[in-house]
């Protein structure tokens, strides 16, 4: 399944979670402090600010902290750009896979679009921020803002929103490309060997249906556990610093650090909430599928075999589908029932815990707006199990039936699932 596309796939993304975290620690340790000495941002008009006397105004701090901010972002960038370079150039190089240019340079293109992504979001929130308080601004002084004010701060998302949306239409584009080139690296593989494959119940659906649902689940998740952990990084100190408004929380009292501690307290509980609500959901899945392959294969037998998909027959076969159906039915109602509940809960989770600063008013329209924000970005983060759960169960039970091609290619005993069911029907 990762052989066919990637290049000695346990050591690369074993690589690449090493090499993605040591880039990481050693921006926020040190390297960002190398920017006024390594940056090129002078070659495009963009300079470090001098340090500003201690004495210095508002207008004049607003400005210091505008110029530091461009300047570090050019040269995150930068250093992002090297951290690239070294990696997916050392494994085109050396990595020797056929498809090693698309799923390296193609993984590393996904993930500097999901970080893209990522920063928009929080330019986002530092953008509704600042409109709330504008509008508090206007409900509480009648007359105090202009119509021009408004609009232009209206305007002054736009062109944010625009690139936005642009990377977002490419970016689908090139991961369905993406996703196709993986289905075409594993449907090679997998025809190659078909001899070997051709008796295992359903052989031509797993080839012909799984192998793109497969890739296509995969890079989804994939993509979206990074979006996790990149938001996580991008806004973990955002709530980390707007904690500081909230000291207090409902029925509890102080808490150091309270919107971070609620964020991950809740979305653990819901984690393995629904993790215990849905344990039986991935084998009822499989089962699924394959009573679906069965029923499905009796009725192609019948279009060229006149003794084959008799009434008796597909009526029993039918059956075993509607029996797995109904009991899938029956176990969803359960996990919707948690999953739904939790969630509904979970969106007014940020007013609770706000409750006592609200009352209390210790913050703007405009700061509650960016505390609710981050706060649930970094409570969907943690929750990227619970987000994902539906999708990771059908994600297993593909890859269940995969998993019986790669026995069979490599001359090993097939799942115990797979050795239990009907056994393979010839005309």
Known sequence: MFFSFFPKPKLFFFSFAIWSLLCVVSWYLFIQDWGPTLSLGHLF??????????DADAAAQALYSSALSKATDIWLYQYMFLCYAIFVGSWVLYGGQKWG?????????????????????????????????????ALSEPQSITAEEYYGQLASVAVLLMIAITVAVLNSFFVSHYVFRWRTAMNDYYTSKWDQVRHIEGASQRIQEDTMRFASIVESLG???????????????????????????PLIGEVPQALVFVAIIWSIFGTFLLALAGIRLPGLEFKNQRVEAAFRKELVYGEDYADRAQPLELSELFNNVRKNYFNLYKNYLYFNVVRYGYLQVGNFM?????????????????????????????????QFLVNSWTTIVELLSIYKRLQAFEAAIHNQPLPEIDQNFYEDKTP
């Open 45 to 54: 008009g963009t300079h470090f600010p001098n340090e500003l006397a201690t």
């Open 101 to 137: 240019r698309w799923s390296v340079i193609g993984s590393a293109v996904i993930v500097f679009i999901t970080w893209f992504q990522v920063q928009v979001s929080v330019m986002l929130n530092e953008w509704y921020g600042n409109f709330y308080d504008l509008i508090q601004r």
């Open 223 to 249: 993509v979206r556990f990074l979006d996790s952990i990149m938001t996580l990084i991008a806004f973990l100190p955002i709530l980390w610093g707007l904690s500081s408004y909230v000291t207090t929380l």
């Open 350 to 382: 940020p007013l609770i815990v706000l409750a006592p600063s609200i009352i209390a008013g210790a913050f703007t329209l405009g700061v509650m707006q960016r505390i609710i924000n981050a706060f649930n970005q970094v409570e969907g983060s943690f």
